[in-house]
């Protein structure tokens, strides 16, 4: 398999937060674990995590 490219490995982390957020993992109004965190859970690095987070969409309400 092809290796993913960066941007490929930003949606997905992004993909992951936004179900995380929308399935109760991570509560509303809570915060997000640390980057360092998410980077280890995720497999990837913090900046990439960072990315993600800029990227997420605002929350509603």
Partial sequence: MAAMTARGRTEVVMRKIETALLDGTWPAGTRLPAERVLAQQYGVARNTVR?????LPPPAG
């Fill in 51 to 55: 990315e993600a987070t800029q990227r």
